[in-house]
């Protein structure tokens, strides 16, 4: 694969597409425009990460949210507009120049986990890089097993990826719920925290089902004791973390937890790695 020499060099790429997909939340479609890049995100995977960046401004740590099978032209990632470089790519328009780097990190082990039940947990913009893993499962659905998605937000206009939920919840030996968590005028379906519609739910944890969950710390800390109080066990699970980061690629030492950089040891860990580091301990 023909990558840049220096990996704090982005591939430069263009704006294909940009798309409002919730309050102060856009999805990027990011073109590489050299045959570097293009040959670097040729087959990148579900939970790894790009470093995105608005020329001027910065660049800063997003999950990838698309899949080469579905977006063979485009590398998607979706953001919410929160500081000094969201703020500056919600700025930028169709056409613009950006900069991409990586593919980087560690992924879902899709092919393991084949033949398994699936529970997936997406909480606010943190269940982005779950997007590539439901279309993975959906794109191959005789590969996995019963497959039950869980998806959260604090209120309706803050739910992402709407526009999927029917090919989600229509799709074979899969279940879809979705949640917000109070009351609102607009809403008519389930209201409460995920933590409340999983013990709803209540998937069986039998040997052969694995759990992934992606959102912030604190959702992420409470879905695992509910997890556990369903009958789950820390090597069942399966989640992604986040950190200030730097470079990305396991060298400035700014991402790290114990022994392991979260960057390039992960972001996905299962639990039992993860156990003894974190306030999410359990
Ligand atoms: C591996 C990884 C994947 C990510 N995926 C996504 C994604 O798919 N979509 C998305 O919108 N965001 C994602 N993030 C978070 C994103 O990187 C931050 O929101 C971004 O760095 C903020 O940059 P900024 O310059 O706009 O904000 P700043 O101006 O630097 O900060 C604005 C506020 O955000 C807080 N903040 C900044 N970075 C983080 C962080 N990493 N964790 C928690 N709080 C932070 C700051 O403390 C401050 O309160 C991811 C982060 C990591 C590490
Ligand atoms: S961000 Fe530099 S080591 Fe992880």
Not at 102 to 110: C, D, H, S, T, Y
Request: proline letters at 7%.
């Amino acid at each position: 694969m023909a990558t840049h020499a220096n990996p704090m060099k982005p591939y430069l790429g263009k704006l294909a597409g940009i798309k409002d997909i919730a309050t102060n939340h856009k999805l990027f479609q990011i073109e590489l425009t050299e045959p570097e890049g293009q040959a670097a995100f040729g087959d990148y995977k579900p939970g790894q990460f790009v470093f995105f960046s608005a020329f001027g401004a910065g660049e800063a740590p997003f999950g990838i949210t698309s899949t080469p099978a579905r977006s063979p032209d485009v590398v998607e990632v979706a953001i919410n507009d929160l500081g000094h470089v969201t703020h500056a790519l919600h700025c930028l328009e169709e056409g613009d120049p950006v900069g991409l780097r990586g593919p980087l990190g560690n992924w879902f082990p899709m092919d393991e986990i084949k033949g398994k039940d699936v529970v997936i947990l997406g909480a606010g913009i943190g269940g982005a890089p779950l997007r590539p893993v439901i279309h993975t499962i959906l794109d191959n659905r005789a590969d996995y097993g019963h497959t039950t998605i869980l998806w959260a937000a604090r209120a309706p206009d803050l739910l992402v990826f709407t526009d999927e939920f029917d090919d989600w919840g229509s799709a074979p030996n899969t279940e879809f719920h979705v949640t917000i968590d109070s009351k609102h005028p607009d809403w008519n379906g389930n209201v409460g925290l995920i933590t409340n519609l999983l013990e709803q739910v209540n998937p069986p944890p039998g040997e052969d089902v694995i759990t992934i969950a992606c959102g912030p710390p604190i959702a992420i800390h409470f879905i695992t004791l509910s997890l556990l109080k369903l009958g789950y066990t820390l090597d069942q699970m399966l989640t992604t973390l986040e950190a200030r980061m730097h470079c990305g690629i396991g060298k400035c030492g700014r991402c790290n937890m114990g022994e392991k950089f979260i960057c390039s040891d992960g972001p996905v860990f299962w639990q039992n790695e993860i156990a003894g580091f974190l306030e999410s301990d359990v």
